[in-house]
């Protein structure tokens, strides 16, 4: 059953400053054992904060929502070299489960990122969205119990994405992404959705009716997810 809970923010700064405050909060109480992550231009000013953190997370378990399958860790454009410059190399953590999108055995790899989760629970979980309506890369179509799997990317994502990659760069097609299960088994998700980009995919979650079109409204199946937007 969904209860959605909106906040609305005046910008980038002030959405990281509020989902690092969740975070902090949820330290402080004892109950953050394990965080899901997520990438995109969205969650810089949440690792922005969280840098600027004295707080200890040195007990904390971190998962990745999704990587590129056929990047490399030191490729510029993995996810896990974003992680690394944003957050990873300045912030200690207990553990961090990636996705290896160069693994040899891609449908190992997902079961055994699955089975990592299901060991360790998500206490909080962080979202952007696509323009698309995708969450982490659970493109539209995806089913409500779909898990850790290998995902092909739409045109539109190739497309959207394409922006943080060289000319003469091949933009990856295919993805590991943890999947709508994995997501809804978080104890608590905050998706943070910022500018007119991401307008249709906030209208869709707030009509508040689950349409397989549009990942994202699968959210309304969990009881605890807070959505940080400047749309207004
Ligand atoms: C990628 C990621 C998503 C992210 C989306 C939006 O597709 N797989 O997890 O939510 O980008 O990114 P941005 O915040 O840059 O708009």
Redesign the pocket.
């Known amino acids: 059953m969904s209860k959605l809970q909106r906040i609305f923010v005046a910008n980038q700064a002030a959405a990281g400053e509020f989902v690092f405050s969740c975070i902090a909060k949820s330290k402080d109480a004892g109950q953050l054992q394990s965080i899901g992550l997520?990438?995109?231009?969205?969650?810089l000013s949440v690792y922005d904060c969280w840098r600027n953190s004295t707080l200890d997370f040195s007990q904390v378990v971190t998962f990745n929502?999704?990587e590129y399958v056929g990047l490399a860790a030191n490729n510029a454009n993995s996810y896990a070299y974003f992680m690394h410059q944003q957050l990873f190399d300045t912030i200690s953590f207990k553990k961090h489960f990636l996705l290896d999108g160069m693994a040899s055995n891609l449908a190992q790899t997902c079961a055994d990122y699955e089975a990592a989760l299901c060991e360790h629970g998500l206490d909080i979980q962080l979202?952007?969205?696509?323009e698309n309506g995708?969450i982490?890369?659970n493109e539209p179509g995806i089913s409500s119990d779909s898990v850790t799997h290998l995902e092909d990317l739409t045109e539109s994502?190739m497309a959207v994405?394409s922006r943080f990659f060289a000319a003469d760069e091949t933009i990856p097609c295919q993805a590991l992404t943890m999947g709508i299960a994995s997501i809804l088994s978080a104890k608590h998700i905050i998706i943070v959705i910022l500018g007119e980009k991401k307008r249709a995919a906030l209208e869709k979650l707030m009509a508040g009716v689950v349409d397989e079109a549009w990942p994202v409204t699968y959210l309304l199946q969990h009881p605890h997810v807070t959505v940080v937007t400047d749309l207004v």
Request: glycine residues 18%; without cysteine.
């Open positions: 997520a990438t995109g231009s969205t969650m929502l999704d979202l952007g969205v696509g995708h982490a890369f994502t994405n």
